[in-house]
């Protein structure tokens, strides 16, 4: 074979190939950072993204092939991802503009790609020349992550109870620590659970103080405050969510809840202690009243008291008779006048057992 068939058969298969490549689209970023980038070769670290924030990223796309117009259509495997626009022409020699947007407004921390996972940008070329099938796939990276430090999951609270006149207001604070300028302010948004909210600034932390006016369930609330940053007294980033947890302990908390001696032998005498504590400090609130109850093998004594605690000592002398035994003993918080605050019971179990030979 001459060399000049083998000269004209590369040319051949050259072409061939040239077709079935189509458009080659020769894409750079808007920072300075990154260098010039092949669709079809290159991946793009977009980096983190501020969870309840919408990060737009430019990057341009240029016709540098034979073709007088290209059109291109794109598609997000990522759902909280989106490209505009979703079709775009380029005619050849010149550039258009395509605006990548990672939406984060509704994505948590813990809900997110996590850190580096991928999502892909599917651009499939357009031409007389080449098929829809054949698309590139260019592939990015990105994180999405709180503005605040240390905000994973959920804030656990327990509300303090304070009485008055007025009623029941219940009061807890969260302290956030956001990865902002010293100049930078922090709004936080009303909810329906909250009758004010209150902040203060200490340095670069925020303290937010939430008061509920009426009386919640005892359960513990599940909800979320939602943040606005300000900064030069515009919103830059709006409904930042921080989930809570609150929960509202009664007027008087017991620990343990409970007192349970377990197995015991006829006749055994076990003693056990508990605190009881006040919700509050108010002067002139005597916490505990003697204990009341009903189990003659039991009882229960006051050891020490002050305006808002009380140790409390129960002394059992198991009975003679085998069996699972349950009684309540009451306790009161009274006033310095005598008038009862509020009453809780205490369960005291124990089962007798005979011993085996």
Not at 118 to 134: A, C, I, K, M, Y
Not at 262 to 289: F, N, W, Y
């Amino acid at each position: 074979m001459s060399s000049s068939i083998i000269h004209r058969t590369v040319l051949a298969m050259c072409f061939t190939l040239s077709v079935i490549a189509g458009v080659i689209f020769r894409t750079t970023n808007n920072t300075e950072d990154d260098p010039d980038l092949l669709v079809a070769e290159s991946d793009l670290a977009l980096g983190s993204v501020w969870s309840g924030s919408k990060h737009t990223h430019i990057f341009t796309i240029q016709n540098i092939s034979d073709h007088d117009v290209a059109i291109l259509q794109f598609a997000m495997s990522c759902k909280c991802t989106e490209v505009m626009p979703e079709q775009l022409t380029v005619p050849s020699g010149e550039s258009r503009q395509v605006r990548l947007i990672y939406n984060a407004e509704s994505s948590l921390p813990d809900q997110t790609q996590g850190d580096g996972a991928p999502f892909s940008l599917v651009v499939s070329p357009v031409v007389e020349s080449l098929s829809t099938s054949d698309r590139y796939a260019w592939t990015f990276h990105g994180k999405c992550e709180s503005i605040f430090r240390d905000l994973a999951g959920t804030f656990q609270l327990e509300a303090s109870r304070n009485q008055d006149e007025t009623g029941s207001s219940f009061t807890c604070g969260i302290q956030l620590e956001p990865l902002i300028s010293v100049d930078d302010l922090l709004v936080a948004d009303m909810n329906s659970f909250a009758t004010s909210v209150k902040q203060s600034r200490d340095g670069k932390s925020f303290h937010i103080e939430i008061t509920c006016g009426s009386e919640p369930s005892p359960e513990a609330i599940n909800t979320e405050l939602r943040v606005t940053l300000l900064r030069n007294n515009l919103p830059v980033i709006s409904g930042i969510p921080i989930p809570l947890s609150i929960a509202f302990p009664g007027p008087i908390s017991m620990s343990p809840p409970a007192i349970d001696f377990g197995l015991v032998s006829p006749g055994t005498s076990v003693r056990q202690t508990l605190v009881a504590k006040m919700a509050t400090d108010r002067e002139g609130l005597l916490p505990i009243s003697q204990p009341v109850g009903d189990d003659t093998n039991c009882d229960m004594r006051i050891v020490s008291a002050t305006a808002s605690r009380a140790i409390l000592e129960a002394h059992l002398v198991a009975p003679k008779e085998p069996g699972f035994y349950c009684q309540d003993f009451r306790i009161s918080a009274c006033t310095s006048s005598g008038a009862t605050v509020a009453t809780v019971s205490i369960p005291v179990r124990y089962q007798v057992i005979t011993k085996t030979p």
